[in-house]
């Protein structure tokens, strides 16, 4: 049975080296030219990106990054028992931590963390110091006080 004229081999002469087109010699077996791989997982994937994973850094194929501290209890309780205005510096720097964090600004919230830190631990020493002279200053009133009473003899 014929289908027709097929002439030498069907459907026309086949280039010299066996058809589908010619292959780049790539070593590699074929299914073209595949990009050189500077790593990845062992193929021609293309440029694997590059991954963060360092402290505040986002990416990385390890677990997710938390955000950093805030320290908003230790600025609340130094603005309570310590120093007022340093407190408070040290609450809207520690309330701006988890805001940068959140619109990704990763590295401003590990700045607004170190300066919460540095904020509550002014407060806490000026309030130290404070408390510290109030204590002395009690002190020696108490001694004025008790050498300037007059004594009653009996």
């Excluded at 309330?95 to 919460?116: F, H, L, P």
Aim: with cysteine; hydrophobic share 30%; aromatic share 12%.
């Amino acid at each position: 049975m014929s289908y027709g004229n097929q002439g030498d081999g069907g459907y026309g002469a086949q280039p010299p080296g066996g058809g589908y087109g010619q292959q780049p010699p790539s070593g590699g077996g074929g299914y073209g030219q595949q990009p050189p791989s500077g790593g990845g997982y062992g193929g021609g994937y293309g440029q694997q990106p590059p991954s963060g994973g360092g402290y505040g850094q986002p990416g990385g194929y390890g677990a997710p990054q938390t955000p950093p501290d805030n320290h908003l209890v230790a600025a609340i309780l130094t603005t309570l028992f310590c120093c007022l205005p340093l407190g408070i510096v040290s609450i809207v720097k520690s309330s701006q931590v988890n805001s940068k964090w959140q619109v990704g600004d990763y590295q401003g919230a590990v700045q607004a963390s170190e300066e919460a830190k540095t904020w509550w631990k002014r407060s806490l020493i000026v309030g130290i110091i404070w408390w510290v002279l109030v204590i002395i200053g009690y002190v020696v009133l108490f001694v004025l006080v008790a050498a300037n009473a007059p004594s009653s003899t009996y």
